[in-house]
């Protein structure tokens, strides 16, 4: 029972971001880490220690989900958005049996794209919000593209590895009342949270008044190295999806 | 001042848009023609948002390159400088033109990260400029081309935009369809209006413009003119069409369905009020209040609505609600900015002498005027390159050509003129493609007339098309291919049969898929086959007699009342029977045949067999044909009008033009845009059958133009897309003359092939002439040929005078001797009332196309879906695209057609020009200098510009 309340806190299914956002100590940059690192604690002592979901905590994190889902639609800051995913996918995490933390561990991969493009957009745009800096896909495309990778994983897209294991868990599962809810909700909601982010970031018209920068070798670097294990954990997912159906 | 007054006043701020079938190209800013045109584009910047020149990268690109000559472009600005008083600073504003002003938006950027010191005075001048705390002032500029929905979005996180202009677009698309969709809107001949309200089933006993103005009061609008104009703006396309339908009493669609912009005004207010009706803010004293109250984030909801807000300040907005705090922060940062980009242009301007806050405004009128000098310096050089080429001594006569050819005066006709011309004996004269010969055209086995002409002119005379050979085959295989078309269709459009049908059949349409994607020639040859060929026709040119009219209008109507008693009635009716009810309706006599009234009612009003309809059909046949005199009038102006009075070549060719392509709801705009973008074949071939006749010859021979018996007049039909040409009546020559003729064919056809290696050059994508021939037929080609891109001149005058330049279709020709001209220069007035109209049309809306093509162009054709058949959309439903699409005017982005103004130059004396300009109906755009007016006056041996409201010398010779 501790074990899966600690994991509940963890896995972000209580909505401390509430608390810490109110505080002038944490930015939400530092929100992001914070909630990212807690996530990827709770997956890897999933590996260790026994999970089983209860309905409460499914319904708490749902709810905590759903206010996340209500935050993610009103902010433009890549930083927040990230959290706020982590919030959203928290009921996933609790509900998903077995090795669920793989959905998680896409999902904390995606958020690493996320955060390296939150930190391009503060370093050379002032502000990881991306509402001003539009049409990012005419000025500078290689950015467009991988914004593009990370929110489609996110939004559930198939190939990439959040889809593939979000199938595996649901096809896997037992199937009830809640569980339709809370899978069918989220599912949505992220995909319609991601749909709503790329439409308001990459497209558009060019902002006359930004320098644009595209990346440079390091940051490129990094780049590929999420991509590549998003590729890495979408081979995985793609097994698992057959080990299913063969 | 009645709600109908102050529509009026404003409708005119968006042009006509023609239906998309008969595209007629047409300048977006007509409404602003009556200002001169540097004005009317400063207005309609401010009204419209878009751009109305280039960017100064655009031109200093030119400058680099040697297209804009240094000399004019200093003596451009020093013009404009004086005007504005500013001649003493005329080295450093050439400075700023050419070194600060092209990188003025990167000075911003560049700011960002360079300290500089900040002048105060500056700062605090750039405060009042740009009204930063007058937040009242900041408001209502910020808002002035809102409505109230769209701030209410803005201010609360709504989409009732999305929703209203949504529910506008599907009840407007409905109502205009023009037989696009099967399931049509159900009592549409009441009115857009009256049948609004049974489509949103309220009830409200009034008109429109009542609706109008009790809207207004709901929503407590202030300035209502101006929010009628903000209205109107939102789908400037969907308020074109209904604006130009609702103003042409000859549009068939508009007599049955009518419609009005009150109509539209109307139901976009009915949509407003209903959003809005349970909003926080519902009416302008409302919002008023509430941006007194909250001015500062109300103004920071607009910035960042706007994406001017960087995402600090958005970011603060989301984490704090001291919206006054953060809006002063963004007011200083954004005057440092501003102050920074001033320093910057300093410095590299070098400049010591004058305080910072003068050349800070110095720079901003720079900035509003260098668009206009850099136009005005490019269309100059072009102007003085023209007329250094130009041949200016006077035109000696030719021998006697084997064939004299007259071409659209179409840019596109430039490249195939030429060759022709090279390829032997032959002379080529320009002219507006309907020939000065508008007619109302019927074409075979077609129902509804065609007017070619161009759309300003309203044709008297009716052509009908009709066969002279037995067309058996051709009628079997239209009934065929009729037939299959119409189970097609209704297998598509039943709702239980499409997926049986695209399991059974749908592997057939595969052939065409992989055939025109792979196969394009082989599969268009292979399906030719079964297309129906017209049969040879003629056309209706003699005028009918009284007795020939009462017989057709008889025909008609025993025609139609037995279709009516078929349908209506079980009682079998002899033609006899028939004949005693007509002429009970039409001629009142006594009936003698027994016939319900209620049937006798429906044929007078449902199938309209009527008194009135007899008047209006007897009118019609009346104006079917011409007289001899009418024959005669018109051949002889055309003749006077391109100077082809003498020394007539024995084959003397008229060409129309049309253009082929495939997947191309634009297709009509690449046809004659004399001829309301339709093909202009029917009046060259109409025209040589009057000037082959007999009589006619004996007429105009009288009026002074000989056209000796050995003369035969042949229509040609050029086809842009391949500049292939084809022969039209050839068989009135003898056996003698086809021979000579054969000659006559084969050199056009070598003539062909070099216009087509010539153009081989300016398609992308395109290396041989073959590509150039697949593309009118490949589906996936968004660019079938260039049409009219690139052009920016017209000349009227003798052929002669600049047959040795060259000008890359980028010149519109139309033929011109003065010398036949009378006092009163009626020949010229014609030419400016009817090709210098399309001319600058066509001109204008290239122009403004490609300087802002999401204003006032299409967008992609790529994203393009047609709508109700009048025009296409973006996706699934947007404003109607107006003007032209991105693949027309722009090649990879950057512009392919230059945008400048019609140069129009005219090789004739002064006085003569002036008189037609002041007889013209283009006499507004042309003194507004909407066009670039030259003339070439060879008797007085000068050159002159139309400038400023005077004629300059630019030349003496």
Request: proline residues 3%; glycine residues 4%.
């Amino acid at each position: 029972m501790i074990s899966n309340i600690l994991l509940l806190l963890l896995g972000g299914g209580i909505p401390y971001f509430f608390l810490l956002e109110r505080s002038n100590k944490f930015s939400s940059k530092s929100i992001f880490i914070l909630s990212w690192t807690l996530l990827l604690t709770a997956v890897v002592l999933t590996f260790f220690i026994d999970k089983s979901h209860t309905t409460p905590f499914v319904i708490v994190s749902f709810l905590s989900a759903l206010y996340a889902i209500y935050k993610a639609t009103q902010t433009t800051n890549f930083y927040k958005l990230g959290y706020y995913f982590i919030f959203m996918n928290a009921p996933f995490f609790i509900l998903f049996e077995g090795q669920g933390a793989f959905y998680s561990l896409s999902l904390l991969v995606s958020l690493l794209g996320i955060y390296a493009i939150a930190s391009f957009y503060d370093k050379h745009y002032g502000s990881a919000n991306y509402l001003y800096v539009r049409g990012i896909t005419l000025a500078t495309p290689l950015v467009g593209i991988h914004i593009t990778v990370y929110l489609i994983s996110i939004g559930l897209y198939p190939p990439l590895p959040n889809s593939l294991f979000f199938l595996t868990y649901t096809f896997n599962s037992e199937a009830n009342i809640l569980w339709f809810v809370v899978v069918i909700t989220l599912y949505f909601g992220n995909f319609l949270v991601s749909m709503k982010v790329l439409e308001k970031s990459i497209f558009g018209k060019k902002n006359p008044d930004i320098h644009y920068v595209d990346l440079n070798f390091k940051e490129k670097f990094a780049h590929f190295t999420i991509v590549i294990l998003l590729i890495l954990l979408s081979i995985y997912g793609t097994r698992e999806i057959l080990l299913w159906v063969l | 001042m009645g709600i109908i007054d102050k529509l009026n006043a404003v409708k005119n701020t968006v042009p006509h848009y023609w239906p998309i079938g008969s595209f007629i190209h047409h300048n977006p800013l007509k409404g602003f023609e009556h200002l001169s045109f540097k004005d009317g584009l400063n207005k309609a910047q401010k009204t419209y948002g878009g751009k109305v020149y280039m960017e100064p990268s655009y031109y200093l690109k030119f400058y680099n390159e040697g297209k804009i000559s240094h000399s004019i472009l200093e003596e451009n600005l020093k013009e404009v400088l004086e005007e504005d008083g500013l001649a003493k600073y005329y080295d450093l504003a050439m400075k700023c033109l050419l070194e600060v002003n092209p990188q003025w938006n990167h000075f911003r950027k560049q700011a960002d990260s360079k300290d500089h010191e900040v002048d105060e005075e500056l700062l605090a001048y750039l405060d009042d400029e740009f009204s930063y705390h007058n937040k009242e002032r900041w408001l209502k500029q910020i808002t002035k081309n809102m409505t109230l929905y769209e701030i209410n979005d803005i201010l609360f996180h709504r989409d009732d935009k999305e929703a209203i202009e949504k529910s506008i677009i599907e009840y407007v698309a409905r109502f205009l369809d023009e037989d696009q969709t099967t399931l049509s809107m159900q009592n549409r001949e009441l009115g857009m209006f009256e049948t609004f309200k049974l489509y949103e089933d309220f009830d409200y006993p009034h008109d429109s413009e009542k609706f109008v103005e009790e809207a207004f009061e709901k929503l407590r609008v202030k300035n209502k003119e101006r929010y009628l104009l903000n209205h109107l703006l939102k789908l400037h396309g969907w308020a074109g069409f209904i604006k130009y339908r609702s103003e042409d009493p000859n549009y068939y669609s508009q007599q049955q369905y009518p419609s009005s912009l009150m109509d539209y005004m109307a139901i976009r207010l009915y949509y407003e009020i209903v959003y809005l009706e349970h909003r926080e803010i519902n009416n302008f004293d409302l919002l008023h209040e509430y941006s007194l109250k909250n001015s500062a984030y109300v103004i920071l909801k607009m910035i960042k609505y706007k994406y001017n807000l960087p995402g600090k300040y958005i970011d603060a907005m989301e984490s704090s609600k001291n919206y006054e705090d953060i809006l002063e922060r963004y007011v200083q940062e954004e005057l440092q900015l501003d102050a920074k980009q001033v320093h910057l242009s300093n410095d590299i301007l070098k400049n010591s002498d004058i305080p910072l806050v003068e050349l800070a405004k110095i720079m901003e009128i720079l900035r509003e005027e260098e668009g206009y000098i850099w136009l005005k310096s490019l269309e100059d050089t072009y102007i003085h390159k023209f007329i250094d080429e130009m041949k200016l001594t006077e035109n000696s006569q030719n021998e006697r050509p084997l064939a004299s050819v007259t071409m659209c005066l179409d840019v596109r006709s430039e490249i195939m003129r030429r060759a022709i011309e090279k390829s032997g004996p032959y002379t080529t004269y320009g002219a507006g493609g309907f020939l000065g010969f508008p007619i109302s055209f019927v074409e075979f086995e077609k129902a509804h007339e065609q007017f070619l002409c161009p759309a300003v002119i309203t044709p008297q005379n009716i052509v009908f098309e009709l066969p002279i050979e037995t067309n058996d085959e051709y009628k079997s295989k239209k009934t065929i291919n009729k037939t299959t078309k119409s189970v097609v269709s209704s297998l598509k459009n039943n709702p239980y049969t499409p997926y049986i049908m695209v399991e059974a059949i749908g592997w057939i349409f595969g052939i065409n898929l992989f055939g025109k994607t792979f196969l394009p020639q082989k599969t268009e040859k292979f399906f030719s086959n079964f297309k129906a060929k017209k049969p040879q026709t003629t056309y209706t040119l003699d005028k009918l007699s009284d007795d020939e009219i009462e017989m057709y209008v008889n025909k008609l109507h025993l025609h139609i009342i037995h279709e009516a008693v078929v349908s209506n009635s079980s009682q079998k009716y002899s033609q006899e029977d028939l004949q005693a009810i007509r002429d009970h309706i039409i001629l009142g006599k006594a009936l003698s045949v027994d016939i319900s009234e209620e049937l006798l009612q429906k044929i007078q009003e449902n199938y309209n067999v009527s008194t009135k309809d007899y008047e209006f059909q007897k009118l019609k046949l009346a104006s079917v044909g011409f007289t001899l005199e009418e024959k005669v009038e018109y051949l002889y102006k055309f003749l006077t009008m391109i100077g082809q009075t003498d020394n007539f070549a024995q084959f003397v060719i008229l060409s129309g033009h049309a253009s082929i392509s495939d997947n191309n709801p634009f297709e009509s705009a690449l046809d004659c845009g004399a001829c309301g973008g339709s093909s202009s074949l029917p009046n060259n071939r109409a025209l040589c059958m009057i000037a082959n006749s007999q009589d006619v010859r004996e007429k105009i021979a009288k009026k002074g133009i000989i056209i000796p018996l050995d003369v035969k007049f042949i229509p040609m039909m050029h086809t842009t897309s391949t500049d292939e040409v084809a022969f039209y009546d050839t068989h009135i020559l003898s056996e003698e003359e086809h021979k000579k003729f054969a000659q006559v064919v084969e050199d056009f056809k070598k003539a062909s092939s070099i216009a087509r290696r010539e153009r081989v050059t300016q398609l992308p994508y395109t290396s041989s002439e073959n590509d150039i021939m697949i593309k009118s037929m490949d589906w996936s080609e968004t660019r079938p040929e260039w049409g009219l891109a690139g052009n920016m001149g017209v000349f009227a005058g003798p052929r002669d005078s600049i047959k040795h330049m060259a000008f890359g279709n980028r010149l519109f020709m139309h033929s011109y001797d003065a010398q036949l001209d009378n006092e009163n220069a009626d020949i010229l007035t014609r030419i400016f009332n009817g090709p210098l109209v399309v001319g600058e049309w066509i001109n204008l809306e290239h122009y403004f196309s490609t300087v802002d093509n999401a204003i006032y162009g299409a967008g992609s054709k790529v994203y393009h879906n047609v709508v109700s058949k009048i025009g296409v959309l973006n996706g699934n439903y947007s404003d109607l695209k107006i003007g032209l699409p991105t693949q027309s005017v722009l090649l990879e982005g950057e512009a392919y057609h230059e945008p400048v103004r019609l140069l129009t130059y005219m090789e004739a004396p002064l006085e003569l020009v002036a008189k037609a300009v002041e007889n013209s109906v283009a006499k507004e755009f042309i003194l507004n200098e909407w066009i670039r007016p030259v003339i070439i006056d060879k008797k007085a041996k000068k050159v002159y510009s139309y400038e400023s409201g005077d004629f300059k010398v630019i030349k003496e010779f």
